[in-house]
T-cell receptor, first 111, second 114 residues
Framework: GENVEQHPSTLSVQEGDSAVIKCTYS??????FPWYKQELGKRPQLIID?????GEKKDQRIAVTLNKTAKHFSLHITETQPEDSAVYFC??????????FGKGTMLLVSP | KAGVTQTPRYLIKTRGQQVTLSCSPI?????VSWYQQTPGQGLQFLFE???????NKGNFPGRFSGRQFSNSRSEMNVSTLELGDSALYLC?????????????FGPGTRLTVL
């Protein structure tokens, strides 16, 4: 089955810096790659997603890039703010509503 | 539109007991997936239901089962509870259109097994 590796497990940055989280996947049939943000005690919420026919997608301060050949995708957050502090999960899917998640990255943004 | 709801929110059981968790998807969503979240293993896929049929199953023992009703509401059952079953159980629903398979998560049910 699919396996998703996510790095780093924790990431500390200063407010205003950029943050990058990287994931690799194993199944070349995967075609949908969402990123979820989970704040403490809350449910995961989708922040951005990308499909395999697209190489990059941006939404304000957040961007995701996908390299199908290397089977890796990355989340980029620019101009980080304290409210960006949370656990971020990458995921991969080959279809239907089955997501394989990475283990998560705890992002800490210091003022 | 109301979000995904789960009941109960918290549950305390003892080893050997069984438990049933409920999930009501967003209106119009026909797909419901279940995930187990633990600090050590992260988010792990349990199973997914679509139109009352289990379409996919994760790597969990047979003690974990589920079902979906005609109104898309779903339940999962865990029999013969073990200490290691303590976790946050999340369900997620999706519209399951070709261009839209975003999953919306419920708040979760926190299960503690003593």
């Amino acid at each position: 089955g699919e396996n998703v590796e996510q790095h780093p497990s924790t990431l500390s940055v200063q407010e205003g810096d950029s943050a990058v989280i990287k994931c690799t996947y194993s199944d070349s049939a995967s075609n949908y790659f969402p990123w979820y943000k989970q704040e403490l005690g809350k449910r995961p919420q989708l922040i951005i997603d990308i499909r395999s026919n697209v190489g990059e997608k941006k939404d304000q301060r957040i961007a995701v890039t996908l390299n199908k050949t290397a089977k890796h995708f990355s989340l980029h957050i620019t101009e980080t703010q304290p409210e960006d502090s949370a656990v971020y999960f990458c995921a991969a899917s080959t279809g239907y509503s089955t997501l394989t998640f990475g283990k998560g990255t705890m992002l800490l943004v210091s003022p | 539109k109301a979000g995904v709801t789960q009941t109960p929110r918290y549950l305390i059981k003892t080893r050997g007991q069984q438990v049933t968790l409920s999930c009501s998807p967003i209106s119009g969503h026909r797909s419901v997936s279940w995930y187990q979240q633990t600090p050590g293993q992260g988010l792990q896929f349990l199973f997914e239901y679509f139109s009352e049929t289990q379409r996919n199953k994760g790597n969990f023992p047979g003690r974990f089962s589920g079902r979906q009703f005609s109104n898309s509401r779903s339940e999962m059952n865990v029999s013969t509870l073990e200490l290691g079953d303590s976790a946050l159980y999340l369900c997620a629903s999706s519209l399951e259109d070709y261009d839209d398979n975003e999953q919306f998560f419920g708040p979760g049910t926190r299960l503690t097994v003593l």
